[in-house]
């Protein structure tokens, strides 16, 4: 145990969750990636195996790096991560790689792995959003400074993401305003930007409307969200369609306590089984009892996510683990709610269970995010106790 | 501590509602599971999903001169669903009628009310795979997609269309069995069969999945295993030469009745065959010749007095000098306690030299050289024979492309049934295995100085027009013999050809010489021993290379069982090698000038078309630029109706049972129709068919003789 707590520090729960999510996703990947294999690599099932299994350890190990940083850097990162990020977005919207009609990926030349640059900005933006919230308290009822410094990197990013990738948008979006919510940021502020979002989202859908070229999106999502709304009772020739039902069906037919590992039918039937819809596959082949302990592992992590919020005694430290352990559940959510079809068809990964890019590695780094916050959280408590604390300091504004 | 419980209420809320969140997923999964479940499983039994192949492409076979030899195209079965339901009754009974009268119209098979009735009773059996026509083109089925009910769509109208691949030899008879064929479970058999894996592309595969009876939809928009197509092969047969030595070796065996010939032109330097012709009477004896069997490469046997070749290089080889001389012993010798030999020139030919010998290819002379220097108790034996014989390399496969090569075998010294006569015999070309291709290596061998290269019939691989492969003369042998020999052997075929009472010397006074060496065989029919029956079977050949000063092509003839009299080689086999090499000297060494294409046709009309196929025909008239007008394509036999303005064709109607009209065409294309109509073809003459003795229309009776008469 003592070479544990010298090496893994902070939240031990979280270490655990992580890793037992680490095992599920190389087992349903393993089994859901066969289809690929006979596809792309010829029926070399350990391709996608070994290229898994690769993804996760490498992610463990950005974890453990990330982890190992004491928070306050992450501050000063942040508006780094920003510039970098809107750099990577414009370099997406002109060249990224086309996947079906999205321009949402870059390939990292040489080891041919392909990642979102959104996924860099959601980090950078949760991690600036903790630090505005937490330095500048006075300034929060400033119309003018509000703007500039909450609304336009808000907006900006979600902007430039929104072209090729609605649904991330929407997401960014939402955990940028929980997060503004929990730093207290006034409803005025709140409602005016969701009055924004809303009113881009009309302008948006009138320009792609009378330009469909400028929105080459726009078509996908609005066949994605008709047949969400026309349910079962539409026919079975629209893509979307399709794999709602083969989701269901793999859902349904798992039962209770599933077909077993390796024993799905259904991801030969379902286009993205290994990742958007890999939570519909688990269930089939680990039943109801696998479906609801991914789900609870996913509330641990939340649950363990406030635990450190509470016991923290900063509030940027606070805001960033809330913002990164939201940022993961939500979208984690998002992916389990589409499976089961709760939702409309999006691509929004399942944090540490999907296969595909570096979805993992950036999962991988939020959550050493929110285990450096609790391992200094640990230090300072245990600084405290020796020095024989006054009682508790006031939130301290970093 | 306010600030931080003001946070920490925001934290407990969003975190509440995502617990909520969280209980609704699960709430979820249980009611899909539970409450909808049924349905779902219910659903999941109607999935079905099949992976089908998706064929790819085959590579196409060209000739040198860049012509097809073989390539696939897809043809069609036609199905339809007669069950179709948005075929109504109001829709089948409006259309029906003008469905069947240009269904009538476009295959002419059936009648317009045939037609009907079959269709109508098809949907009255509602039946959903009704089948309308097979093998059908491309053409035709652009058109039947255009017809009434059938143009309503693919699915509406009912009209299911399964394509296939279907391999065609554009050419048909040319070099069929070099070409060859694959077919899965069968012995390969030419090029097709050798390059198989080449040609054959890699299949891909795509997962169909069920979407209502009868309909299969793609499962995902791309394939799970793209096709990869097969390679395109570029043999080295040049078409033009390889029709010639077709339609020459056809001529001859017409002429003299044979049971299978071989005509084989190699290029000296690279080992290319530019032409192979291999040409077999059907096992019934009715005179209809095709190419059963690669002869050439598969027919090993005795190749009779060609061997001498070998012998007088051994000889040569030994110190003998082609001055030597020796006694012919009037003609007659024995030999070995008593065997008898004689030369086929009754009283022998005196004492001559051996470089005589070779040009009169006597017997007596062979045996009495051999016998003098290898054989048994000699100073170097029959073993120092049988070793120069080796050292060439003829006694092993050449290791050609094409399957089915046959083994060559050089009797030695310690096979069992080795004896006294197995020496001379051996001289003379006996007690051995060798195919005409092996033989024609040697000689070729001897023209190229001494190395001995490949035959082979593969110039490149392509993909999709690029290079993949470029084939590379392989030497097998970088030197046969001494270069002091080889000159000598040279004279010696040359005086074959140029000697006076050369075996070969019809074959001078060309504008080119040729050198070469006559062989008739004398052969076991049918294991009945050599003269089983009191019936010889002979075996004509010549095998040589030309021009004699500079060799650039090597050719080997071989005809087998001649049976009209005369057997020679130089008679049966020397105008087959003579029309291959004029053929082959008159286009390859370029002595004319290039016409001046235009000035030519302003002063003439219009030219005639000879008679022919139709594919030919029309490929002729687009390479020269002669404006025409054919209805026809494929093996459709067309004739010239009008030249003005521009060639007017039509189809030439030939019914089965009836003699049909050749005049006007070439001897190749109306020897293929006749002979494989039965009858037995008489040629006269060179040229276009003038006259044919049996009129046109007249009732076919197999085996009778018609006499054409060309000029």
């Given amino acids: ?51 898994h299994a690769f993804i996760v350890v490498f992610g463990l190990g950005l974890m453990w790096s990330f982890h190992q940083i004491r928070y306050k850097y992450f501050s000063a990162l942040s508006q780094i991560g920003l510039i970098v990020s809107v750099l990577l977005l414009l370099l997406t919207f002109f060249m990224g790689a086309n996947v079906n009609n999205a321009s949402r990926w870059l390939v990292i030349p040489g080891i041919n792995i392909t990642f979102q640059p959104s996924d860099i900005a959601k980090l950078s933006l949760i991690m600036y959003l903790a630090r505005v919230m937490s330095r500048s308290t006075d300034k929060l009822q400033d119309q003018r400074w509000v703007s500039l410094n909450i609304f336009l990197p808000v907006f900006g990013i979600c902007a430039l993401v929104v072209r090729s990738n609605f649904s991330t948008a929407a997401v960014l979006f939402v955990i940028s305003l929980i997060l503004l919510f929990m730093g207290r940021l006034s409803f005025k502020y709140l409602f005016q930007m969701l009055g924004i979002a809303l009113t881009g989202v009309v302008f948006i859908v009138l320009l792609g409307k009378a330009f469909p070229d400028s929105m080459p999106r726009l078509k996908t999502w609005e066949a994605r969200i008709e047949s969400f709304a026309k349910g079962k009772s539409g026919d079975m020739d629209s893509e979307e369609q399709y794999q709602v039902e083969q989701a269901k069906i793999a859902i349904a037919t798992g039962g209770i306590v ?104 950036f999962a991988s780094i939020a959550v050493g995010i929110i285990l450096s916050v609790s391992r200094q959280d640990d230090a300072d408590m245990v600084e405290e106790a020796a020095i024989g604390s006054e009682g508790n300091s006031e939130l301290a504004t970093d | 501590m306010d600030q931080k419980n003001d946070i920490l209420w925001r934290v407990y809320l969003i975190g509440a509602a995502m617990f909520v969140f969280g209980f609704a997923i699960i709430g979820r999964v249980a009611y899909l599971q539970f409450v909808q479940g049924d349905y779902w499983k219910a659903r999941a039994q109607e999935l079905t999903t099949r992976t089908v192949d998706i064929v790819a492409e085959r590579g196409n076979i060209f000739s040198a001169d860049g012509n097809l030899l073989a390539t696939s195209y897809p043809i069609y079965d036609l199905r339809v669903d007669a069950a179709a339901k948005s075929v109504t009754k109001a829709i089948f009974n409006r259309d029906i009628d003008s469905l069947a009268y240009q269904l009538s ?101 795509r997962v169909m999945r ?3 009876r009868g309909n299969w939809k793609p499962l995902r928009s791309e394939n799970e295993i793209e096709p ?29 009745k044979c049971d299978y010939g071989t005509a084989v032109l190699m290029e000296v330097a690279t080992g290319e065959i530019k032409a192979i012709a ?22 090993a046997s005795d190749p009779g007095s060609t061997f001498k070749l070998l012998s007088a290089m051994a000889l040569l080889e030994e110190g003998v000098q082609p001055t030597d001389s020796i006694s012919t012993h009037g003609g007659k010798i024995t030999f070995c306690n008593g065997v008898p030999m004689e030369d086929s020139h009754p009283g022998g030919y005196g004492t001559i030299t051996l470089q005589r010998a070779f040009e009169v290819s006597s017997n007596t002379a062979f045996i009495g050289f051999v016998q003098k220097h290898f054989a048994k108790g000699t100073k170097k034996g029959p073993e120092a024979f049988i070793r120069r014989i080796y050292n060439t390399g003829i006694h092993q496969p050449l290791g050609i492309e094409i399957p089915g090569e046959a083994k060559p075998y050089i009797k030695n010294t310690e096979d069992k049934t080795w004896s006294c006569p197995t020496l001379p015999m051996l001289s003379l070309g006996y007690e051995m295995n060798i195919t005409p291709l092996q033989t024609l290596a040697i000689y070729n061998a001897v023209a190229n100085g001494g190395v001995m290269v490949k035959p082979h019939f593969i110039k490149r691989v392509l993909d999709k027009g690029q290079v993949i492969k470029e084939a590379r003369p392989e030497i097998l042998n970088k030197q046969i013999c001494s270069p002091q020999t080889i000159e000598k052997l040279r004279r010696m ?47 004509a050949s010549f095998v040589g290379y030309f021009p004699a000063d500079k060799p650039q092509y090597s050719c080997i003839v071989l005809i087998n069982n001649p049976t009209e009299g005369q057997y020679y080689g130089n008679v049966i086999a020397g105008p087959v090698f003579k029309e291959i090499a004029d053929k082959v000297y008159s286009t390859s060494l370029e002595l004319h000038k290039e016409m001046d294409k235009d000035s030519l ?57 009836f003699v049909p009209n050749v005049k006007g065409m070439g001897m190749k294309d109306a020897l293929y129709l006749l002979e494989n109509l039965g009858l037995s073809v008489d040629a006269k003459g060179m040229g276009k068919v003038n006259s044919q003795s049996i009129t046109p229309g007249t009732k076919i009776e197999k085996g009778r003789k018609i006499v054409l008469n060309f000029s």
């Avoid at chain 1, 792309?40 to 290229?51: H, I, R, V, W």
């Avoid at chain 2, 395109?232 to 077709?246: C, H, L, P, R, Y």
């Fill in chain 2, 278 to 299: 291999n040409l077999m009477r059907g096992s019934n004896r009715d005179s209809i010749y095709r190419e059963y069997e690669n002869v050439a490469v598969g027919k």
């Fill in chain 1, 1 to 51: 145990m003592n070479l544990l707590d010298t090496y893994l520090k902070g939240d031990k729960v979280i270490w655990l969750v992580v890793i037992l999510l680490s095992v599920i996703s190389i087992l349903a990947v393993y089994s859901s990636s066969g289809a690929l294999a006979y596809r792309f690599q010829g029926g070399n099932t350990e391709y996608y195996l070994y290229k």
């Fill in chain 1, 258 to 361: 599933g077909k077993g590992p390796g024993n799905s039918t259904q991801r030969n039937f379902l286009p993205q089984s290994s990742s958007d819809f890999i939570y519909a596959i688990i269930i089939e082949e680990y039943g109801l009892i696998g479906g609801v302990i991914v789900l609870f592992l996913y509330l641990i992590l939340l649950f363990r996510g406030i635990r450190i919020v509470i016991k923290c005694n900063r509030t940027f430290g606070a805001l960033l683990a809330m913002g990164c352990t939201f940022g993961l559940i939500f979208q984690g959510m998002i992916n389990m709610a589409v499976a089961i079809n709760l939702f409309p068809v999006t691509g929004q990964p399942l944090p540490f269970l999907s296969m595909g890019g570096t979805s993992i590695w």
């Fill in chain 2, 105 to 205: 119209a476009l295959f002419g098979d059936k009648s317009r009310k045939q037609y009907k009735q079959e269709l109508t009773i098809a949907r009255k059996r509602k039946d959903g795979y009704y089948l309308l026509k097979r093998n059908v083109t491309y053409g035709q089925l652009k058109k039947v997609k255009r017809m009434p009910i059938f143009r309503m769509g693919k699915y509406k109208g009912g009209l299911i269309e399964e394509a296939k691949s279907h391999r065609q030899k554009p050419y048909d008879l040319l070099a069929s069995r070099t070409i060859g064929y694959y077919v899965q479970g069968q012995k390969p058999v030419g090029l097709e069969g050798f390059y198989d894996n080449i040609l054959r592309g890699k299949n891909g595969k």
């Fill in chain 2, 601 to 657: 046709f302003a002063e003439t009309g219009l030219p005639y078309m000879k008679t022919t196929f139709s594919a030919e025909a029309n490929a002729i008239a687009t390479k020269t630029g002669v404006p025409f007008k054919n209805p026809n394509d494929g093996l459709v036999v067309m004739e010239t109706v009008s030249t003005k303005n521009e060639l007017k064709m039509r189809a030439r109607v030939s019914k089965e049972e």
């Fill in chain 2, 493 to 539: 075929m040359e005086g074959v050809v140029q000697s006076k009472g050369g075996t070969a010397s019809s074959l001078k006074g060309l504008n080119y010489t040729i050198a070469g060496k006559t062989g008739t065989a004398v052969v076991a029919d049918n294991n009945k021993g050599y003269k089983g029956d009191g019936k010889k079977i002979y075996r």
């Fill in chain 2, 210 to 212: 069920k979407i209502s």
């Fill in chain 2, 228 to 256: 990869r197509d097969g390679y395109d092969v570029v043999s080295t047969i040049d078409i033009n030469i390889q029709d010639v030595a077709e339609a020459a070796l056809m001529k001859q065996m017409v002429l003299h």
